[in-house]
């Protein structure tokens, strides 16, 4: 085996390609890890300080998974000796009757330890928000927060310490698939007997290399920073939890945000969808639609913070029409396999997709159901040249 050779090629070192190595280069497969930019980058999905990790979901599959993961996270945790996980809890508020019992049944299901708030004892609980007309609200009370950037370090130190190599600032700019697939770059040549592709916003860019686009939508995510009137009412230290205000007459798609941390005084609060974008051009996007759908809801919901954001930043999504993630084989080269589509919720299931698409890369039977991610379900859809 050459030095460019390698058992394993990962391309994309977001939070699912970083993870994917790791578990590849734990395994004993000689692993190299390309990524585009020079690391560490805030031009993807991946970074910033903080991400919601919670069970709450509408899924039972999705709250399965979290329960391994939850104890992946920890163990990373252990291994590094880093804290990467902050447990805050997770505010869930919507409409009575809509999404709110689904996410309801799901935690109780589950087992998941919850909170319910009554309407007349809520305030007391959460003072500083005032919960919606004919809305409800519990609390998963294992939820919290994640430190992104400190995750993408921990994990990429660990896949170095494993063996594993990462080459940054090497664009992948061709793939020619076969039983040994070469993977050429601005600057080299590699070639390896599986590749892995999580390249996040770019993924339809690199698979079109391989004859295969899947209906995916980049869109553009103005995250946004709102400064508290009185210091510390939305602290973290101060128990503040994470929250999610569930889609409504008002704002047709969740509201959510975390408690300020990372810039003193300032709560992030972001909307769950935002304007398509070229990843490549996603600083020309200046839509701010949400802001105005933020705005308004801030100002009824949250008095404490004043409606205006004192810092907006940019990260992007890439979105499935289900909202569902793409875990799975490439359709023609089965040594290809493919992680994207984390529609804005893929963070907090880094550990698990890893190992996930580690397993799938091997050829192993994978640890969970993976039907609702399987390629083929986009069959009828126009975008997927399957
Ligand atoms: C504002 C915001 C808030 C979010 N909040 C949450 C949350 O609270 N909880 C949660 O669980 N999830 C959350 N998410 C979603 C989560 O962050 C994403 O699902 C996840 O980061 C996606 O990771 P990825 O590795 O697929 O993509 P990315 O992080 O984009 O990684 C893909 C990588 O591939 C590289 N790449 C692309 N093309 C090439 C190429 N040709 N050659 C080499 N490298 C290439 C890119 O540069 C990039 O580094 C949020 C996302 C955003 C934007
Ligand atoms: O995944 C998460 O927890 C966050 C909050 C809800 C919307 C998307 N991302």
Redo the contacts with the bound molecule.
């Keep these: 085996m050459s030095s460019q050779d390698y058992d394993c090629i990962v ?7 970083s993870f994917t190595a790791y578990n590849l280069a734990k395994n004993n497969k000689k692993t190299l890890l ?4 020079v690391l560490p ?1 805030s ?6 300080q903080t ?3 919670r069970k709450a979901y509408d899924e039972d599959y999705y709250t399965h998974m979290m329960e391994e993961c939850y104890q992946l996270w920890s163990q990373l945790e252990k291994e590094a000796n880093v804290k990467l996980y902050r447990r805050t809890g997770l505010l869930v508020m919507g409409p009575e009757q809509g999404d709110y019992q689904v996410f309801k049944s799901t935690l109780e299901r589950n087992k998941v330890p919850i909170v319910i708030l009554p309407r007349e004892e809520f305030s007391q609980h959460i003072p500083h928000v005032n919960l919606s007309q004919g809305n409800a609200a519990l609390v998963d009370t294992t939820a919290g927060m ?1 430190c ?1 950037d400190r995750t993408l370090k921990t994990v990429q130190g660990q896949f170095q310490k494993l063996g594993g190599v990462i080459k940054d600032g ?4 061709d793939i020619t698939p076969g039983s040994v697939v070469t993977v050429t ?1 601005v600057s080299g040549v590699y070639r390896a007997k599986r590749l892995v592709i ?5 993924a339809n ?2 698979l079109s290399h391989t004859g295969l686009q899947l209906p995916l939508q980049v869109i553009k ?1 103005n ?1 946004c920073y709102w400064s508290e009137k009185i210091p510390g009412s939305y602290n973290v230290q101060h128990r503040f939890p994470c929250f999610i205000q569930l889609e409504s007459e008002e704002a047709k798609h969740h509201i ?1 945000g975390l408690p300020s941390n990372e810039y003193p005084g300032l709560m992030k609060i ?1 909307y769950h969808t935002g304007p398509e974008t070229d990843p490549d051009e996603r600083d020309r996007q200046t839509d701010r639609g949400d802001i105005d759908i933020l705005q308004r809801y801030i100002t009824r919901c949250f008095p404490g913070l004043v409606p205006i954001p004192a810092v907006v930043e940019s ?4 979105v499935t029409p289900d909202n569902h993630f793409v875990l799975d084989h490439h359709p023609t080269h089965s040594n290809i396999v493919i ?2 589509g ?8 880094g550990p698990i997709v890893g190992k996930l698409l580690c397993e799938l890369s091997q050829g192993e039977v994978p640890s969970y159901d993976l039907s609702p991610f399987r390629i083929r379900r986009f069959q009828a859809h126009s975008k997927s040249a399957l």
Excluded: D
Aim: proline letters at 2%.
């Design positions: 391309i994309g070192a977001g939070v699912q390609g390309l990524e585009q930019f980058h031009r993807g999905s991946s970074h910033g991400r919601i990790i994640l992104a090497q664009k992948v700019i770059t999580t390249a996040g916003p770019w860019i690199l995510i995250v959510y972001c990260c992007m999504y890439t992680g994207a984390f529609s804005g919720h893929g963070f907090k299931f």
